[in-house]
């Protein structure tokens, strides 16, 4: 365990904010401006092959999603999280780079580079993609809020504000009974208190009248944070944007995080029930990938007169998601990569189980979806009193 109160004074008075939110709104304008043909000077026009609807970037909906362990009675651990996320219309057919917005046309041949098999048979009749950007918060606390000191026998204070950017590829093999959802994501932020959590805290608990806790001074210290994460999931495969009626199915998931954010790798299966399931890949708390949805050619025919067989119908839902993991790296457990902080004695094994509801509709034309859960999840580390739990709130619009 490690203390360094001077560095930690002299962060808190660093001048360097203005420059992180400057960055972020730069990268939200450039990822969600209105879209063509870029990187030539030439209209649309005289292009001789003309950037299609389906192949340009269109966003389609987004998702709010809001976690708190003040849902469950604690203050505690993995405290509070929030994200912000847009999710794109699916592009079909073979992907032009030169249709997308740079920093995405960048990230898609970064993918090619690292994994090339990621794109096989992307121009497939039953293959499409979409693009998912993230913003987010996320914030760590010990048990005690009283004491201004380092706990030793408890977790740091931490704080993460990040950006993520998801490629999902929806697949459908040929004669097959199944599909498969494949997701890169790569994960930026910062640690430390430039991630502002202490100061979304204090802004919380004051609203709410509740005590600050005391002991921020000694948060991770500033450093870039990253994350690359592979997963897989597969379902029964399933025509239309929901399962008409009473039914129920399963979803398996695998997949791999790589990064100084978090290093693991996990398993785990969700099980639904109930009227009009949603044609997606299932409800689960705030973690890359997590934002997917029912093909969006299907979700636009909610407004057609007559109605068709393959439009949104309104829905609700209960769910059980059951994930274990194998954890190398957890920074609000281990701390600061780069530089010496404060930690705790992590476990490499953690497993976790959510149990919520998720409901959708259609209000002026428009498809709404909420979904409640309540999460449970094992000790994460050797000195922590019992598990944790947490509640998770979202709510996702059509546009």
Known sequence: MMRDDAPHRSLRSTKARPPLWFLALWAAGALLSPISALGSDSPVASDPHPCL?????????????????????????YTNGVALTAVSHDLRGALRHECL??????????????????????????????????????????????RTEVIPDDRPYAGLLYMGLAWNRRIHPRAAGYEMLDVREL????????????????????????????????????????????????KPYAEGTVRPGWSSDAIGSYALRVGNIETSASTGVELRAGWNIPNDFGSYPIRPGAENRPPSGDAGLRTTRPQSARAPKPGAHAFLNLEASAVA????????????????????????????????????????????????????????AGRHGFGSISLSLEF
């Open 53 to 77: 609807p389906e192949q340009s970037l269109r966003w389609r909906g987004g998702t709010l999603r809001l976690e708190n362990d003040l849902f469950t009675g604690t203050d505690r651990n």
């Open 101 to 146: 917005p740079r920093p995405i046309g960048w990230y898609a041949r970064f993918i090619g580079w690292a994994d090339p098999d990621f794109w096989r048979d992307a121009g497939v009749r039953s293959s499409s993609q979409n693009l998912v950007v993230r913003f987010g918060q996320a914030m760590y606390t010990p048990g005690d809020r009283t």
């Open 187 to 234: 994960t930026l932020g910062v640690i430390g208190p430039w991630s502002l959590a202490e100061q979304s805290q204090n802004l919380v608990h004051r609203v709410r009248g509740i005590e600050r806790f005391q002991g921020w001074n000694n948060q991770l210290r500033n450093e870039p944070a990253f994350q690359i994460a592979m997963e897989r999931k597969f």
């Open 329 to 384: 790296w957890d920074f609000s457990l281990d701390g600061n990569m780069f530089r010496s902080s404060h930690r705790v004695s992590r476990r490499p094994w953690v497993a976790q189980a959510a149990l919520g509801i998720s409901s959708q509709w259609i209000v002026a034309g428009r498809g709404m979806r909420l979904a409640v859960m309540r999460v449970w999840r094992t000790r994460e580390f050797d000195q922590q």
